[in-house]
Nanobody, 122 residues
Framework: DVQLQASGGGLVQAGGSLRLSCAAS????????IGWFRQAPGKEREGVSC????????YYAESVKGRFTISSDNAKNTVYVQMNSLKPEDTAVYHC???????????????WGQGTLVTVSS
């Protein structure tokens, strides 16, 4: 079975940092792109960052560029997103997802993990 296990969320003050992890299993990791998406209460889900596991191509939403860094450890089938300089507007449930190619739309990702909550206090 395909599984994506997101972890690393928590409560942090503005300006702080968190590292989210997405551990994948049940599929050939190198053949997929992994995306991080977030959804805040009352808002639509938005793409945050994505990485292609075969060539490490990356994408960042404008709102997180320069603050978030995505990386992939193919030996561990895990994708990380290091989130620095967090802002209250980063508060959301963060999900990781897997899809065949690196695209920015959530429609391109067929496998989803449960979310991890990130709360940034002001």
């Amino acid at each position: 079975d395909v599984q994506l296990q997101a972890s690393g969320g928590g409560l942090v003050q503005a300006g702080g940092s968190l590292r989210l992890s997405c551990a994948a299993s049940g599929f050939t990791f190198d053949d997929y792109a992994i995306g991080w998406f977030r959804q805040a209460p009352g808002k639509e889900r938005e793409g945050v960052s994505c990485i292609s596991s075969d060539d490490d191509s990356t994408y960042y939403a404008e709102s997180v560029k320069g603050r978030f860094t995505i990386s992939s450890d193919n030996a561990k089938n895990t994708v990380y997103v290091q989130m620095n300089s967090l802002k209250p507007e980063d508060t959301a449930v963060y999900h990781c997802a897997a899809g065949p190619t690196l695209v920015t739309s959530d429609y391109g990702y067929g496998y989803w993990g449960q979310g991890t909550l990130v709360t940034v206090s002001s």
